[in-house]
Nanobody, 116 residues
Framework: QVQLVESGGGLAQPGGSLRLSCAAS????????MGWYRQTPGKQRELVAT???????DIADSVKGRFTISRSNAKNTVYLQMNSLKPEDTAVYYC??????????WGQGTQVTVSS
């Protein structure tokens, strides 16, 4: 089992920045990749960014150039640095991890609101 705890959401102005953190615990040696998804009411959860245990990243086109994903292996933590935020980035952001056995794990979600 893997437990994921997110932090760092909140309110930001358009053009502002926020950094999300996701700390993993439990059977972390089984994790192949971690990342972030987001969801707004009435819409499907969408991929924002992922990073593998080897450091390979995948960023959604909608946030490319503005968001950066990184990880600290020492802290078992993944970060999502969000710059140049737009109102359309408003969503609940979920941390995700997938194990080498293709088990999916989710955090509880953290609200990000971009508004003036």
């Amino acid at each position: 089992q893997v437990q994921l705890v997110e932090s760092g959401g909140g309110l930001a102005q358009p053009g502002g920045s926020l950094r999300l953190s996701c700390a993993a615990s439990g059977s972390i040696f089984n994790i192949y990749a971690m990342g972030w998804y987001r969801q707004t009411p009435g819409k499907q959860r969408e991929l924002v960014a992922t990073i593998t245990s080897g450091g390979n990243t995948d960023i959604a086109d909608s946030v490319k150039g503005r968001f950066t994903i990184s990880r600290s292996n020492a802290k078992n933590t993944v970060y999502l640095q969000m710059n140049s935020l737009k109102p359309e980035d408003t969503a609940v952001y979920y941390c995700h991890a997938i194990s080498r056995a293709h088990m999916n794990y989710w955090g509880q979600g953290t609200q990000v609101t971009v508004s003036s």
